[in-house]
C-alpha cells in the first residue's frame, strides 16, 4: 500500500470519457499539486484512467516532483483494449514512477480490489462521474463513505463536488 496518502490522489471515471474536461482535470490536478499533494495513482482502465495518467505525464515539465502510479487490476489487462489504448497504456507504463500489478490474472473481484486500493490509498480523488452504476459509482461512494474528499469533474450541477 501507498506510505505517502496524505500526498496522494486517485483516479476514477467512466471508460466512455472522451476528453470532454482535460483543461479542468489539468487545473484540478495542478491546484492538488499546489496543495502538497505530489503522488497521483490511476487504475489503467481505458477512459479517465488513461486521460488521467497522461494529463500527469504531460504536466511533469512545469511540477517538480510530481509522480505517477500505475495500479494495475491483473497481468494482462490491456488484451482486450484497441490497439490505439494499448498503446497509451504501454506508454503509461514505461513512463510511470511506479507500477503495481495487483494480481497476476484476471478473477471476478479483481477490479473491485483495484477500486478499494485506490481510495484506501489516497486522500483525495478526482473523479469523472456522471451518476450511473458501475465501478466508478462503487469508487465514489467508497471515498465518500471513508471520509475522502472526491472532486467530480462532470459537468452536471448535482454532480460537481462531493
Known amino acids: 500500500m501507498n506510505d505517502d496518502k496524505a500526498i496522494t ?18 487545473a484540478a490536478i495542478e491546484r492538488l499539486y499546489c496543495g502538497g499533494c505530489r503522488v ?4 489503467m482502465a481505458v477512459g479517465f484512467d488513461l486521460a488521467a495518467g497522461e ?3 504531460s504536466l511533469r515539465g ?4 510530481i ?3 500505475c495500479v494495475v487490476p491483473f497481468r494482462g489487462q490491456e488484451r482486450g483494449f484497441s490497439p490505439g489504448d494499448r498503446e497509451r497504456f504501454d506508454r503509461l507504463l514505461r513512463e510511470a514512477d511506479s507500477v503495481v500489478v495487483l494480481a497476476e490474472e484476471y478473477f471476478p473481484a ?3 480490489l483495484r477500486n ?7 486522500s483525495a480523488v478526482v473523479a469523472y462521474y456522471d451518476g450511473t452504476a458501475g465501478g466508478t459509482a462503487y469508487t465514489v461512494a467508497r471515498a465518500r463513505r471513508s471520509g475522502i ?14
Open 9 to 26: 490522489v486517485s483516479f476514477t471515471g467512466h471508460r466512455t470519457y472522451g476528453h470532454e474536461c482535460d483543461d479542468d482535470l489539468a
Open 40 to 43: 497521483f495513482m490511476t487504475g
Open 55 to 57: 494529463c500527469v505525464l
Open 62 to 65: 512545469r511540477l517538480y516532483g
Open 67 to 69: 509522480r505517477l502510479v
Open 110 to 112: 479483481v477490479y473491485r
Open 116 to 122: 478499494d486500493y485506490l481510495v484506501d490509498g489516497a
Open 149 to 162: 474528499p472526491v472532486l467530480n469533474l462532470y459537468k452536471d450541477g448535482q454532480l460537481e463536488l462531493f
